[in-house]
Each structure stands twice: as structure tokens, then as C-alpha cells.
């Protein structure tokens, strides 16, 4: 047996299979000749649920995957069962799929470019949070790029719950093509007839016997921002839908704290607040941040281009945003498209320290300064958790 690690296969004859990391995208000329000869072509996640045990929820969206699934696993957790939270959220499934046990659930956060790789890949629990503009420089289409989100409930059968967001129109519209599983919506803005939804200020489920179940107040919980109670109810729902004790729920909601580089609180400088939100890598997902926040925010934001127009994103800050600090290979794209829709406050820089050190000069006590880039971290960090730390870090030496 010849096997290839991390380079091009030189002879597609010799391969049975091919594993895909998720960073390889499947249209490379030579996934596509090993497509056409016949060869398997599969990622980590599906060969982890053929070769591994336990029960799968695989929640999958552009925003909120890691918050909702970190607190699913919480959920679960204290619910005591057997517990691996894994996936897309930093821990390969494979490496706990190989010891898990039949009754072990593992709370796996999906993405698209995962999802595009399934064959036999069947949760138990599956959810679409949302779905707006991300990855167009690999999917290429909004087309391209839901149809391997729905991909996540494509082999549930009649004993399944799919949770599908009532408020968002795109993924909700994905439900159609869920044929088997139970479709369990959850909103912020309507009462339901089944799903989870807030009622009288209270998060509530209606089950599938028509019974009301009261969990707790919404402004109990303890993460900002309506997009965070989105996150919730999805959680909420997926832990009870799976069979967890409301009691269990209830008591997890009210005592979550969040999770690092999500709307997370660095500090307070001389009346300045300074957030960390490097895990907002798309428009949409630094708009739920700005939403979240009061007004007077100097916005530090631009990264990696992903091929994202962030025209919307700037008509989004109503107000909210008194001045616009960008940094990154995007800073130029923001700037340009910020001033077609009137917005001129900018400041460009070249580096996160050069960010903070602006953003502070220019804030009053009061203010907020957040990092949420709107763009990944690539062109200047490995990951969105190591730029997160450089502007904690920024900000540190500001208390000095």
C-alpha cells in the first residue's frame, strides 16, 4: 500500500482513496482525475464516523457555530453523559471518534468545506444556523455554498431532528430539501407552533406532544447581542431534542460565559472599553458584533480577503460607528467601498499595534473599541485566535 502525505499524488492508479483536508478545495485538477478514475474521495469527517462510535450533532451556519456548539457541549456535559466537543471548533474528529464509546455524543461543529467531503455521515442532531456571503473565493456561489451546508441532513432518517432557523429566509429555505428528519425551528421574532422560540421574555419549546417547556428569562443569559439569543435557542433546542432535562438546559443558559475572541471583554483603559471579536471573519458576522455593542465604536476591522463585498457592512452601522481603523490586505477594498456610501472617518494602518494605538487617540471615555474584522486572518496571522491575542496583548500595553 502507497500512501501520500501532503503533496500531489504522482499516479492516481495506485489510489483507492483519497482524504481530503478540509483546506483542499475539491476543484484542484487532480481531486477532480481521481473523481473521474473512480477513486473515493472523502475528508476527517466522514472517516471518522466510519471508523468511530458514539451519537453525532454536527451544527453547521456562517455565524455562531463555535459559541453554539461550545455551549451544546456545556449542556451535554452537565447533563453527564459522554461528551467530545469537536470539529471545526480546533479538535479533529477522527481523534476522538477512535475512543468513544456507543452511548459517547460528539457535539461536532461542521463546515462547509467538511460537509462537502460526507458520504454515509448521519447525526443524530443537525442544525444550519444561518446562511449569508462567506467562502465565495471557494464555493463561488451562494448556490454552491448552501448546497454543501444542507449536505449536513442529507442522510438523516425519520428518527432525526434537523434545527433550522425560522428568521433567517436563506437557510430556512434549505428545510424544503429535508426529507426525512423532523424539522425543529427556533426565533427571536416569532411564536411558533412547535420548535423553540421566546414567549413572554422566556426561551420556550414547544415539543413534538404540543407541550410548553418554560426555560429561563432571555435576559438572563450572559452573552450580549440578539444574534447570541439566536445561538441559544438553537442550543437549547438541540439539547432538548436529543433528550437532555430542562433543568439542565436552564441552568447552563443562565451561567454561559461565552467563548475567547467572541464579543470578549479586554479591559477598560482611562473610560475606553476595548472587545474582542477576531472570530467576526465575515461582514455579516461584524455586524451581529456592532449590533451587539452601544454606540461610539471605533471599529478596528480588514484581514485576508475572502472575496466578500462589505457594502452592506458599512450601511450597517446606523450611527453606532464614529471612526473605522483598517489594517490588512481588504483595508483598501473597506475604505474604498466605505466612502462610495459616504462613510470618510478611516484611518489606515499597518499593523495591530498601529490599530490600538490609533483607536485609543482617537477615543474618548466612554467609547468602545472593537476588533471585529469582518475578514479572516490569513494574510497577517495563522488563525483568527492568534490575532485575537495580539490585540489583547495591544491593549495590556496600553494599562502600562
Known amino acids: 500500500m502507497k500512501c501520500y502525505f501532503g503533496e500531489e499524488p504522482s499516479c492516481i492508479d495506485e489510489i483507492d482513496m483519497m482524504v481530503l483536508s478540509p483546506g483542499v478545495p475539491t476543484e484542484l485538477g487532480f481531486v477532480r482525475k481521481a473523481v473521474e478514475k473512480g477513486v473515493e474521495v472523502i475528508g476527517e469527517l466522514e472517516i471518522a464516523y466510519r471508523v468511530g462510535n458514539g451519537n453525532y450533532v454536527a451544527i453547521t451556519g456562517t455565524n455562531g457555530k463555535t459559541t453554539t456548539t461550545t455551549l451544546v457541549g456545556e449542556i451535554f456535559k452537565n447533563s453527564k453523559r459522554k461528551t467530545y466537543v469537536v470539529g471545526n471548533i480546533g479538535v479533529a474528529v477522527i481523534s476522538m471518534a477512535i475512543s468513544a464509546e456507543l452511548d459517547s455524543w460528539l457535539i461536532t461543529e461542521t463546515s462547509s468545506f467538511q460537509l462537502e467531503t460526507i458520504k454515509y455521515f448521519k447525526p443524530k442532531i443537525s442544525a444550519i444556523l444561518n446562511l449569508t456571503p462567506d467562502h465565495l473565493n471557494r464555493h463561488h456561489t451562494m448556490e454552491n455554498y448552501a448546497a454543501a451546508k444542507a449536505k449536513v441532513f442529507q442522510n438523516q432518517d425519520e428518527e432525526g431532528y434537523y434545527i433550522a432557523n425560522y428568521d433567517d429566509p436563506a437557510s430556512f ?6 426529507k426525512r428528519a423532523r424539522v425543529v425551528p ?3 421574532k416569532q411564536k411558533l407552533s412547535y420548535g423553540a422560540f421566546i414567549a413572554d421574555g422566556h426561551i420556550v419549546i414547544i415539543n ?5 417547556i418554560t426555560l429561563c428569562r432571555a435576559d438572563e443569559l ?3 447581542g440578539t444574534h447570541n439569543l439566536e445561538n441559544a435557542l438553537a442550543a437549547a433546542a438541540i439539547s432538548y431534542f436529543a433528550g437532555i432535562d430542562p ?8 451561567n454561559f460565559q461565552g467563548v475567547e475572541h467572541r464579543l470578549e471583554y479586554c479591559g ?3 473610560g475606553v472599553k476595548f472587545v474582542n471579536d477576531s472570530k467576526g471573519t465575515n461582514p455579516d458576522a461584524s455586524m451581529k458584533a456592532i449590533d451587539a455593542m452601544k454606540n461610539n465604536i471605533i471599529l478596528i476591522a480588514g484581514g485576508y480577503d475572502k472575496g466578500s463585498d462589505f457594502t452592506e457592512f458599512i450601511k450597517a452601522f446606523h450611527g453606532r460607528v464614529k471612526h473605522m481603523v483598517l489594517l490588512g ?6 475604505k474604498e467601498q466605505a466612502e462610495a456610501v459616504g462613510f470618510t472617518s478611516i484611518t489606515m494602518a499597518k499593523n495591530m499595534e498601529e490599530c490600538v494605538g490609533s483607536a485609543f487617540k482617537l477615543a474618548v471615555p466612554g467609547d468602545t473599541v472593537l476588533l471585529s474584522p469582518a475578514c479572516a486572518s490569513w494574510d497577517m496571522y495563522t488563525c483568527f485566535e492568534q490575532r485575537g ?6 491593549v495590556h500595553g496600553l494599562e502600562k
Request: charged content about 25%.
Open 222 to 224: 450572559q452573552i450580549p
Open 186 to 188: 427556533f426565533s427571536v
Open 247 to 254: 433543568a439542565v438546559i436552564t441552568e447552563t443558559l443562565r
Open 389 to 394: 491575542e495580539h490585540f489583547k496583548n495591544c
Open 268 to 270: 477598560q483603559v482611562d
Open 173 to 178: 429555505a434549505l428545510s424544503k430539501e429535508c
Open 329 to 334: 490586505k481588504t483595508a483598501p477594498i473597506i
Open 208 to 212: 413534538d406532544a404540543g407541550d410548553l
